[in-house]
Antibody
Framework: EVQLLESGGDLVQPGGSLRLSCAASGFTFSIFGMSWVRQAPGKGLEWVSAISATGSSTYYADSVKGRFTISRDNSKNTLYLQMNTLRAEDTAVYYC?????????WGRGSLVTVSS | EIVLTQSPGTLSLSPGERATLSCRASQSITSTYLAWYQQKPGQAPRLLIYGASTRATGIPDRFSGSGSGTDFTLTISRLEPEDFAVYFCQQYGSLPKTFGQGTKLEIK
């Protein structure tokens, strides 16, 4: 069974930084692309970033390009999202998802709140 | 950017009835690269359909997807009480990957 556990969400001031982690289990992490998808409170879904199985290919939504960095450590079965220069509009639940193109399995999410 | 428009915004039906949810794209989606998700309050989305018509693992056969080009449909043949939720479509044929705004399926 796919299990994804996000951590690292917090309240942060505008302009601040945060790193999210996603611990994966129940599947062979190193052969699957992975993604981050976010959902602002009461809103729809936005595909934020994705990374291929080896890490050689990445994708970023225009809204986060240049501010967020996705990475992975296949030896630790862990996915990361480094978020810099955070803005109020980045406030959302951030989901880790198995898959590069669509989300085959999802974590429960980690809440990031950007506010002064 | 491909804009996905879902209709209706809210669908009110009773258990046992058939539900038909629409997802229309602003331009043709490459190779039927369209997925459907179900989301219940306070929960993460769950993948139902990918490739426009392939059910994900463990998804009951009352859920079916169809369509190509710009028009796609999710059909739930006979609604069960646990099917009342919000449904999103998502395209992954072109960048950026985009979602529809969702259809809320509520109990009538």
């Amino acid at each position: 069974e796919v299990q994804l556990l996000e951590s690292g969400g917090d309240l942060v001031q505008p302009g601040g930084s945060l790193r999210l982690s996603c611990a994966a289990s129940g599947f062979t992490f190193s052969i699957f692309g992975m993604s981050w998808v976010r959902q602002a409170p009461g809103k729809g879904l936005e595909w934020v970033s994705a990374i291929s199985a080896t890490g050689s290919s990445t994708y970023y939504a225009d809204s986060v390009k240049g501010r967020f960095t996705i990475s992975r450590d296949n030896s630790k079965n862990t996915l990361y999202l480094q978020m810099n220069t955070l803005r109020a509009e980045d406030t959302a639940v951030y989901y880790c998802a198995k898959g590069y193109n669509y989300g085959e399995g999802w974590g429960r999410g980690s809440l990031v709140t950007v506010s002064s | 950017e491909i804009v996905l428009t879902q209709s209706p915004g809210t669908l009110s039906l009773s258990p046992g009835e058939r539900a038909t949810l629409s997802c229309r794209a602003s331009q043709s989606i490459t190779s039927t690269y369209l997925a459907w998700y179900q989301q219940k309050p306070g929960q993460a989305p769950r993948l139902l359909i990918y490739g426009a018509s392939t059910r994900a693992t463990g998804i009951p056969d009352r859920f079916s997807g169809s369509g190509s080009g710009t028009d796609f449909t999710l059909t739930i043949s006979r609604l069960e009480p646990e099917d009342f939720a919000v449904y999103f479509c998502q395209q992954y044929g072109s960048l950026p990957k985009t979602f529809g705004q969702g259809t809320k399926l509520e109990i009538k």
